[in-house]
């Protein structure tokens, strides 16, 4: 499982006031503690600061980059924003997020091509967010035929599905593994990913809903994940589906994480 | 989700000993803490007990139902006991379990046809069980049609995909999972149901992939279960993957359990 640490985003509070403060400490030790989670890329997003953004994302990029050799997801449909921190990011960065939007994929294509990005994309175009898989699955093909078209390779692709609340529409849980397991079957090769805290909006308990969906969708093939590596609980949920879907040879990873102490029904 | 409490069997160490001293007041009292917990049906088995074992089922039908209006899942591949089972038993019990080997599909199906039963169909033949999902889907097939056959209707059938352990060969996990999917498309109507605890065997944490099994079984598909409805974190999980799954209108059941206090991250 490809695991992309969420939390260096400027929608949490303290992470807001630490991009402020230029609290290069703060971010670090956030930074530190998902790499040693498990995170195998950290998400960054600073899009609460509008104006301040690309200078934010910049500055992250450098900071978390000079500490840590770990690869960085830009997350900002904003080019101007994107293309100052893929101008000072090490290594190959992931850009999240190109849409089948004609504006957003216009913005976005030549600077995921300008620096040969992996990418994220998400399953929606002009008319929105779609309600069924099928709808979903359409746009998902027309994106990977585009972006192979433009030399981006299969592998570099992350399609998401885009989860919706199921307290907004029962269906809309089952049309996002519907969605993971038709791009697995027709579109081999292309990742798929995922946030999953949409989908427990309104609803209590959204920790168990999350990490239950979780379970659902690496079930039905999601091979990537947007997440908190902190949350212990969702992590011992991941390991164990990730060694029931017959991912993890000879539950390797699962026992690591047993000996560790991560997988305890007290954490 | 269709619930059958499964810890009225004499593999469990107080319930062999509550059975031999006859002491119904403990076995009552197991049985109304499943139903209390929300099990549909409860299944009674006797197994151990060899040449005791039709006298004990006919005992435990008894005063099980003498104090609940519950159908009862009688688990045994002895005809003699289920026949001593079924003829106290009042309303329509399920049996536990036919399958498609010779011997076994002709000692039990005059049983289940003559006392019309709901019928667990285990996806087995006289070769073992099968490795693959194709294998098992063929079984499934040929089960359907043969107990459709002798006038069993579609709906009385429970087919059990038969879970092997995940630290025995890393594919049998997804093996269930391709299955109950399979069984969904191409048998529609039929039920499938599914005992969970093997694929955890071998490897330590064994709720955890249990519970988490579920929750992908329930994602493919998967409508009823044989396990312990006294295992809150389980049933917080099955909860939530109904829900995700959307099974659950309007998640009036997973609020109904909120309010219960049986989600919280306590349980």
Known sequence: MFIV???INTSRKKINQAVIAKDADYILRVAGEQLEAGADMIDVNAGTLVDGEPDALRWLVQIIQEKFSVPLCID???PAA???ALSVHKGRAMVNSITLEKERMN???PVVLRFGCKVVALCMDDNGIPDTAQQRLDIARRLVSRLEAEGISREDIYLDPLVRPISTGDDFGMAVLDTLRGIREELPGVHTICGLSNVSYGLPE???LNRTFLA????SGLDSAILDPNDNRLMACLY???ALAGRDKFCRKYLKAHRAGKLSSDV
């Open 216 to 219: 659902m969708c690496i079930a």
């Open 206 to 208: 959204r920790a168990l």
């Open 107 to 109: 913005a976005i294509l």
């Open 82 to 84: 994107l293309l100052e």
């Open 5 to 7: 640490g969420e939390k």
């Open 76 to 78: 900002s449909p904003n």
């Open 240 to 242: 164990s589906a990730w």
